[in-house]
């Protein structure tokens, strides 16, 4: 049995996940997960061995109660002892962090202070965190943030076109989420390519419920699509990604809607959702446009047009491009998206090799293209791993 196990966190404010990874191999030890908390039918489901365990939380319906029934399970299993640092996936770090850090009083007040960036995520990140070390209180506890990678990009590519005291008092501008996917997947790409990441120009897209795409120069990003929140850029599954901000004045004044009910709208019903009006799910989508559904392709098209528009925006950022990589369950899997998008990029030197394109899916990774450089690759993200890797580093384990 592994002594080197990391719990890496992710806390919802209905849900938990958790898994006990060796840091060293990546190999995933246990896994929970948490659901409908705060609900009177909580209920958590465990992973070892191949074995899958469900426990009802009903008397205990809490993160704190999630988190002991959990410790109660890995002391069962012998695990308990095993666990010598808790991750933490922490969404919004505002401007305070560019990297992983350890969690102390003056950390969880400044993910406090950013709560008004992230209301949904950051308050549910803050209650795992609090009851993680309520249970886990002997080892060290370390917040990794979905934002931190991003805050290399230089401020032309950060600040709105809108009045620049709104950033200075409200910390408005683009930060980008995705974070620990973008440094997993580029460090991966480099491992693959056998170069340093240092003098590699790639354009990374995350796609999966939520999409996005980032320029990374050197290892460091220097743009990506997201912005203030999740919904600008590429069309994701229920978000629309860019639209005209005047949306919200035009659907008030026509349809008398609230602003509550045009973000629910943005965030919850459009994108392959609303275009569609059949799913959300990239796969169900797909399906349906072969059965011949004109809005279903009409969704497909967008999602590939708009990303391809994307790739060649990212590389003004890059200024070359070496590396194209696709991640995410879409990215990771789709090959028909992969080959539409990758036909609008000919003029970048792009060419599909239809033959390793349909073999890189269902966790096979490797090149897509025929071209020498500039590549395209697909690359399986891991971002636990990542959140494994940083706890470890930053316990003084690794
Ligand atoms: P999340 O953002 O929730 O982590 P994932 O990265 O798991 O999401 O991606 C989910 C998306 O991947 C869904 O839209 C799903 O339809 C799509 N997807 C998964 N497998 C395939 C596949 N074989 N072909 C096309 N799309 C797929």
Known sequence: MSQNLVLVLNCGSSSLKAAAIDYKTGDVHFNAVAERLNLSDAFMTFKYNDEKTVVDLSAKPHHVGAIETMMEKLHELGLDQNIKSVGHRVVHGGEFYKESVLIDEDVVDKVEQ??????????????????????????????????????????????????????????????????????????????????????LAMVIAHLGNGASISAVLDGKCCDTSMGLTPLEGLLMGTRSGDVDPSVYSFLHEQEGWSLEEITELLNKKSGLLGVSGVSNDYRTVEAEALSGNRRAQLALDIFAYRLAKYVAAMTVATGRLDALVFTGGIGENSKDMRAKMIGYLGFLGLQIDDQLNAEARFGKFGIITKSQ??????????????????AARLAGLS
């Open 114 to 199: 950013c709560i008004t960036l992230a209301p949904l995520h950051n308050p549910a990140n803050l209650v795992g965190i609090s009851a993680a070390q309520q249970v886990f209180f002997n080892v060290p506890h370390v917040a990794v943030f979905d934002t931190a990678f991003h805050q290399s990009m230089p401020e032309k590519a950060y600040i709105y076109g809108i009045p620049y005291e709104l950033y200075e008092k409200h910390g408005l501008r683009r930060y980008g989420m995705h974070g620990t996917s973008y440094r997993y997947v580029a460090a991966q790409a480099a491992k693959m390519l056998n170069r340093p990441e240092k003098g």
């Open 373 to 390: 450089y500039p590549l395209a690759l697909v690359i399986p993200t891991n971002e636990e791993l990542m959140i494994a890797q940083d």
